[in-house]
């Protein structure tokens, strides 16, 4: 009897010495999450989707983000690459975010402007005289603020990336002033803005998301379409379109956004690792576009596709056809956000 007292005091005394390890761990680890002091426990995964292909400057540029992150967290953090729209076309990928089923998403801001209307400013027809204008002014106070207006729709951007200016093409005539693009049927980005620049210029505006676009050119669906130098020529659309002209009509921004509820999970330091490695990544990026931009265009040429350039008079009259679409659009972006964006346009140009 007595032996058998003296066990059950040993193993009342081992539970207490358990339990009492277990709360100080504990403790410990809930001070220095709330601290933000040391990167939170376990591994996690960011699922990044993308509608471009792996021999993008884009998908070169989410890898620099991969890289960056893993580096910078030990592994703590991992980045999945999903190109060629795997995950969905943009609109699905976003509401995955939203949903809290996909991480991370790499998009047009035309697309992110169906969540953050003042992001249609970004997409007004000749609007940015040129690169370094936009990248001012986006990484200034209007794109930070913006930017920020997506966490009301559980989106939080990280950072800005480029598709680059875009430009037309079609397999139905040279296009060299306004009147010739009149009763094209060009596929447009699912964007207000889009839609009526060229609804405006005269032509038969048609969304359709990206991954529906080369079968839709290959199969006659449509006549031209209208994207940058780089998406022309990694997905080969010079085998269907026989013309394009350097119209330079909207420059075309990306935004690298994570999920809400995903982002919010990371610790202070995660967050900050995060932040720092996607605009890093953006910077990379936007710099490599710049340098291939030129290869992508040789790239179309040596394809076969007839490359026009515009005279000045030529683009002066694009220009001044499409003025009217400033006004279409003032309610929607916001009269105070459309003054403030053209401000500093002119401020930094």
Known sequence: MMKNGFILLILILLAGILASCSSEGATSSQSSNESGGSMSSGKK???????????????????????????????????????????????????????????????????????APPMLAYDLPFVFPNADTAYSVLD???????????????????????????????STR????????????????????????????????????????????????????????????MDRFYEVQEYMTVTNHVYNPMGLVISKKIFDGFSEEEKKIVLDSAKEAGDYQRQLNQKEDQNYKKMISDGGTKITELTPEAHAEFEEAVKSVYDEFVDEIGQDYLDEFLAEIENVK
């Not at 990044?48 to 620099?64: D, I, R």
């Not at 106070?141 to 079609?170: C, H, I, M, S, W």
């Not at 596929?187 to 803005?193: A, E, G, H, I």
Request: aromatic residues 10%; proline residues 4%.
């Open 140 to 170: 200034g106070p209007y794109g930070e603020k913006v930017g920020k207006l997506l966490e009301e729709e559980d989106l939080v951007f990280l950072a800005y990336f480029e598709n680059g200016f875009r430009q037309l093409t079609n």
């Open 174 to 233: 040279k296009i060299e002033s306004v009147k010739d693009i009149d009763g094209l049927k060009i596929r447009v980005m699912q964007t207000p803005v889009h839609i009526e620049t060229w609804s405006t210029l005269g032509a038969s505006p048609t969304p359709m998301a990206y991954t529906e676009l080369f079968t839709a050119m290959q199969q006659g669906v449509i006549d031209g379409q209208e994207n940058p130098f780089g998406n022309t020529a």
């Open 45 to 115: 995964v960011i699922k990044l989707g993308s509608v471009n292909n792996e021999q993008h400057t884009l998908f070169k540029g989410y890898e620099k983000f991969k890289e960056l992150i893993e580096e910078r967290t030990e592994g703590n953090i991992t980045v999945e690459i999903y190109p060629n729209g795997q995950l969905g076309d943009d609109r699905t990928m976003i509401e995955g975010l939203q949903f809290g089923t996909l991480e991370a998403v790499g998009v047009s801001t035309s697309m992110l402007a169906n969540w």
